[in-house]
């Protein structure tokens, strides 16, 4: 039975509107759990990240080991990472979130860090003056002043995850990397294809809202900037 000359689907066309029309809900659902994976690996980063580089910068020599093991973490492929946690976590969400964030780790603590550490020691000498404690000091005055190097960091982990997500399909939890995989395996063309060009929009819009965030957060780097051209 050959395919009518409007069947996308039946001819495996790269593009294909029928294809969004008949799997809405599948890539919905793949979308929502992209987006779900992506903020709460991002999110458990941050947390740990900031009290990683507050003691590497408050105690020095802490610096260097931070820094060199979040490196390494860094540098071990996906797949052998996934396979490291999986006695821990199993087959579940959890093993790729954990995965997301010890990748997270080494572009946040490293930003944050460098933010901390260009604050100048004139302004955090004026606030001692003005009877800031260290607690007061951190949050009033060096992590609002480390707000740029530190967003630039989490952009950065952002898009990083939103790829890395795609990866958590081996266990069954990648978001549209699930769609992508079996897409492959069966040579689903617009599969292939929808839940790619999904995840670049994922990652682009990610990126534009962090940036828009970064600048309502930090207006005096717009006055530096305008000043400076």
Same mark, same amino acid.
């Given at each position: ?33 992209? +987006?779900? *994976? ?6 458990? !980063? $941050?947390? /740990? =990240?900031?009290?990683? &580089? @507050? ?87 060096? +992590?609002? *002043? ?6 630039? !960091? $989490?952009? /950065? =982990?952002?898009?990083? &995850? @939103? ?67």
């Amino acid at each position: 039975m050959t395919a009518t000359p409007d069947d996308c689907l039946a001819r495996n066309e790269w593009i294909c509107g029928e294809y969004l029309s008949t799997r809405r809900e599948i890539l919905w659902d793949a979308v929502l759990q992209h +987006l779900q *994976l992506t903020a709460v690996s991002v999110f458990l !980063g $941050l947390v /740990i =990240a900031v009290p990683l &580089a @507050v003691a590497a910068r408050r105690w020095r020599w802490s610096a260097a080991p931070v820094l060199g093991v979040t490196t390494i973490l860094y540098t071990i492929p996906s797949l052998a990472m996934f396979s490291l946690l999986l006695p821990v976590y199993g087959l579940s969400a959890s093993l790729v979130v954990a995965g997301l964030v010890l990748y997270s780790l080494t572009l946040l603590v490293r930003n944050i860090l460098a933010g901390l550490r260009a604050v100048p020691e004139e302004t955090r000498q004026a606030a001692r003056g003005m009877g800031y404690g260290p607690v007061r000091l951190l949050l009033a005055v060096e +992590l609002p *002043l480390a707000l740029p190097a530190a967003m630039a !960091g $989490l952009r /950065i =982990a952002t898009v990083s &995850a @939103v790829s890395l997500v795609t990866i958590g399909a081996i266990v069954g939890y990648g978001g549209l990397g699930n769609l992508i995989y079996s897409g492959m395996n069966t040579y689903f063309k617009a599969q292939v294809l929808t839940a790619s060009l999904l995840c670049v929009v994922i990652a682009v819009a990610a990126d534009v809202l962090l940036l828009l965030v970064q600048r309502l957060a930090t207006p005096w780097t717009r006055g530096t900037r305008g000043a400076a051209a």
